[in-house]
């Protein structure tokens, strides 16, 4: 198996992956993208909210509660539509 060795790390208000700031260089729509995370929300799709106070936010409006294989598994069935959209 091959030993990996990625660094994130956040410097100021940019993060850097291995030392350098993501999309370096980079402008999206004239505005600069370096350093930014895009995307980084598709990873709360993957936690669970196990704080009582904060998991009624984010409860489903058919079944009144909060689901996290539920939340997981629909994130992952659109990951094909993601995907088809670049």
Not at 81 to 86: A, M
């Amino acid at each position: 198996m091959t030993n990996r060795n990625t660094s994130v790390t956040i410097q100021d208000d940019a993060w850097l992956i291995n030392g350098a700031p993501t999309y370096r260089g980079r402008e999206y729509q004239g505005h600069k993208i370096e350093g930014l995370l895009l995307n980084s929300r598709m990873a709360n799709a993957l936690f669970n909210d196990t704080n009582e106070l904060t998991r009624v936010l984010w409860k489903y409006p058919d079944t009144d509660a909060w689901d996290p294989d539920r939340n997981t598994s629909e994130f992952i069935s659109t990951l094909p539509e993601y995907r088809s959209r670049g």
